[in-house]
């Protein structure tokens, strides 16, 4: 008699359902989300902060790219400025446009949605970039060497990487 004679009725289907919840688990821990297939969203989006947003109730971070904290502030030659709400604000005002299409494909260690979005044919995340309310984190390089030798947004001022005042707070 072989296993899979043995293997009949519920225990079948439970021992199917382990072996799924397993692959599901591999596919998740070892990072082969990135082979599926990016799902596209569409609707109003509202920003959270300066590199994420909330579109139709998920709350999804724009990838390639990194903002300051809502709470963050910069240092200009005028004093001391909130660069955090600034580039919330930036990307609220891009929001705005109207409908927003939002290309969802890995998971940040948070469990949210990677996103590139656009509205109005308007690449969101690369007008974060290249406007200075936001720096690049493995994509938009170019716009990040236009933004800061424009001295734009971030660039204007004297600041903290996102991530080391992250680490602080």
Known sequence: MTWRSRARGPFRALLAGIVAGLVAGA????????????????GRAVAMDG????????????E???????????VAPQGEVPCGRMARDALATLLDDGAVTCRVGKRDRYG???AQCSVAGRDIN???VRSGAALAY??????EREARGQRRGVWATRFEQPADWRARH
């Open 27 to 42: 596919v998740g821990w070892f990072g082969l989300d990135d082979l599926r297939p990016r799902t596209a969203m569409t």
């Open 51 to 62: 590199d994420s947003l909330r579109l139709d109730g998920v709350e999804l971070r724009l």
């Open 64 to 74: 390639g790219l990194d903002a300051p904290e809502l709470r963050q502030t910069c």
């Open 112 to 114: 949210r949605g990677l």
């Open 126 to 128: 690369r007008e974060l």
């Open 138 to 143: 493995g994509d938009y390089e170019p716009e």
